[in-house]
C-alpha cells in the first residue's frame, strides 16, 4: 500500500467529522426556513416535519405588520454608515503604524490591545452618560459613533499585521516611480491586503449587525429601533408563534449570509494568510 493511499485513507475520518460539523450548522438554518415558509397550524400538526404548506404571510407579515421591514433598512443604514467609516480609519491607521514606524507605535498598538480586552459590559454607564451629555442618545449618530469607536481598536491592530506582511520593494518601487501616500495606498496596498480587508469587513458587519444592548439603550424609541431589538421585541409577542420568530430570524439572518456567500473566497483566503503569519 502506497503513501499516497495512506493519505487518503487517513482524511476520511476528517473528511467525515467535517460533514457532521457541516450538518449540525447547517440544519438549524434549514429548520428555520422552513418553518419561515409554513403556516402555524401545519407548523403545529408536526414541528420537526416537513411542510404540507407554503405561505409567505409571515415573512410578508413580520415585514409590514411588525417594522421589521423599516428596522431592517435602518439597521442597513446605520450599520454600512460605520463600516464604512471603520474601514477607512482602519486602512489608513493601520498602514501608518505598520510601515511609516510613527513615534510611540509600540505604545499605541499596546493600548488598542489593552482596549479590546475590556468587557463592553463595563462601557455601558459611562458611554451612555457621555453620550446623553451631548444630546446624542435618541439619535442614530450615537450608535454609528459606538460601533466606529469599539471596533477601531481591533480593527487597527488586525489590518497593521496585514500591512507588515507587505514587501517594502513594492512599495519603494512605487516611491521612486513619484507616487504618493494615497495613490500608494489605493493601487499598491488595498489590492494587496484585500482578503484581510474583506475578512475584517465580514467580521465587522457580523459584529454590529447582531448588537443588540447598546441598540436598545441608546435607541429607546420604538420608531427608531434596529433589526436586532425590533426582533428582540416582536419575540416577547410572538413567543407562541414559531412560524412568526422564524420569519423574523429569517430576515435578520438574509443579510449575513448573502455577504458571507459574496466573500467567502476572500474570508477564507484572509483566514488562511492570517494563520501563516
Request: proline share 6%; hydrophobic share 55%; aromatic share 10%.
Amino acid at each position: 500500500m502506497t503513501s499516497a493511499t495512506l493519505n487518503r485513507k487517513s482524511r476520511i475520518p476528517i473528511f467525515i467529522g467535517l460533514c457532521i460539523l457541516a450538518a449540525s450548522i447547517l440544519y438549524p438554518v434549514f429548520f428555520l426556513a422552513i418553518a419561515a415558509f409554513r403556516p402555524r397550524l401545519d407548523y403545529l400538526r408536526d414541528p420537526l416535519g416537513f411542510p404540507h404548506e407554503w405561505t409567505f404571510a409571515n415573512i410578508l407579515s413580520v415585514w409590514n405588520g411588525y417594522g421589521a421591514g423599516a428596522a431592517f433598512l435602518r439597521s442597513l443604514l446605520v450599520v454600512s454608515t460605520a463600516l464604512v467609516i471603520v474601514l477607512v480609519l482602519a486602512i489608513l491607521a493601520g498602514y501608518a503604524l505598520a510601515k511609516f514606524n510613527p513615534p510611540f507605535a509600540k505604545v499605541i498598538t499596546g493600548s488598542f490591545v489593552s482596549v479590546m480586552l475590556v468587557p463592553g459590559q463595563v462601557l455601558i454607564l459611562p458611554i451612555y452618560l457621555m453620550l446623553s451629555a451631548i444630546g446624542l442618545v435618541g439619535s442614530y449618530a450615537s450608535v454609528i459613533l459606538l460601533y466606529v469607536a469599539t471596533s477601531l481598536p481591533f480593527a487597527v491592530f488586525f489590518l497593521s499585521l496585514s500591512f507588515r506582511s507587505l514587501g517594502d520593494e513594492l512599495l519603494d518601487a512605487a516611491r521612486v516611480d513619484g507616487a504618493g501616500f494615497f495613490r500608494t495606498l489605493l493601487q499598491i496596498v488595498i489590492p494587496m491586503a484585500k482578503p484581510s480587508i474583506a475578512t475584517l469587513a465580514v467580521l465587522q458587519f457580523l459584529g454590529m449587525w447582531n448588537e443588540l444592548l447598546y441598540a436598545l439603550i441608546l435607541l429607546p424609541d420604538d420608531s427608531k429601533r434596529l433589526l436586532t431589538p425590533a426582533l428582540s421585541m416582536i419575540g416577547e409577542k410572538l413567543v407562541n408563534n414559531q412560524p412568526l420568530v422564524s420569519a423574523g430570524l429569517l430576515i435578520a439572518a438574509s443579510v449575513p449570509l448573502l455577504l458571507l456567500s459574496l466573500t467567502s473566497k476572500y474570508v477564507v483566503e484572509g483566514i488562511s494568510i492570517g494563520s501563516s503569519k
